[in-house]
């Protein structure tokens, strides 16, 4: 079964609305998850790095402000995507190191904006 | 620095044939290399990964790999496609061992289709 869980799988919501995304481990506890971002028929782009307790390390080009990343416990991590636009548009994947050197990732969360 | 390159976006093969995804990579560490499937607006299913040990390794639905440093690859393979198998295959390349902290890079995806 899944060790990873995303929430919500599907979401469609208006332009200028926030729009949060959940990442739970299901059996273990993770220091560290990671977000993604697919666009259609494209590769998964590292977003950032959600580490329990602190702040979550962006990548180049991610606006910090913008996907807001609160990772407040072992088995929790949430992407808020704020005052989303149609751009915003994507396939959102998270991903938790089960200490074992494998990552196991989420479902996916697809987010429309209209 | 980690990078992966996958050569061809697309491949289409016949039911019953030989199924390559070829994948190369780039580390500057003793690599762990994955290959994950993605179907239609699902996440990543992990079919097989290569940490150390032995460089054949098998996975899931008759998937194998075969890493060989000399050349940098892990292609993936499977002796004979069925239907079930088209999908979008990713190849990734990790930090090796203790890598907890750090993320998957990927390729850029090769898409399968299988053709009755």
């Known amino acids: 079964g899944a060790v990873v869980s995303q929430h919500p799988s599907w979401v469609i919501c208006k332009s200028g609305t926030s729009v949060k995304i959940e990442c739970r481990s299901l059996?273990?506890?993770?220091?560290?998850m990671f977000w993604y971002r697919q666009f259609p028929k494209q590769s998964l782009m590292l977003m950032a790095t959600s580490n329990e307790g602190s702040k979550a390390t962006y990548e180049q080009g991610v606006e910090k402000d913008k996907f807001l990343i609160n990772h407040a416990s072992l088995t929790l991590s949430t992407l808020t995507v704020t005052s989303a636009h149609p751009e915003d548009s994507s396939f959102y994947i998270c991903?938790?190191?089960?200490?074992?050197?494998?990552?196991?990732f989420g479902e996916g969360s697809r987010l429309t904006v209209l | 620095a980690q990078s992966v390159t996958q050569l061809g976006s697309h491949v289409s093969v016949s039911e019953g044939a030989l199924v390559l995804l070829r994948c190369n990579y780039s580390s500057s560490v003793p690599p762990y290399l994955f290959w994950y499937v993605q179907y239609p607006n699902q996440g990543l299913q992990l079919l097989l990964k290569?940490?150390?040990?032995?460089?054949l390794v098998k996975g899931i639905n008759g998937f194998e790999a075969e890493f060989k440093k000399s050349e940098t690859s892990f292609h993936l393979t499977k002796p004979s496609a069925h239907m079930s198998d088209a999908a979008e295959y990713f190849c990734?390349?990790?930090?090796?061992?203790?890598?907890?902290?750090?993320?998957?890079?990927f390729g850029k995806g090769t898409r399968l289709s299988v053709i009755a």
């Open positions: 290569y940490t150390t040990g032995a460089t």
């Open positions: 059996d273990f506890q993770a220091t560290t």
């Open positions: 990734a390349v990790g930090g090796g061992f203790n890598s907890g902290n750090t993320p998957l890079v």
């Open positions: 991903s938790a190191n089960k200490n074992t050197g494998e990552l196991f």
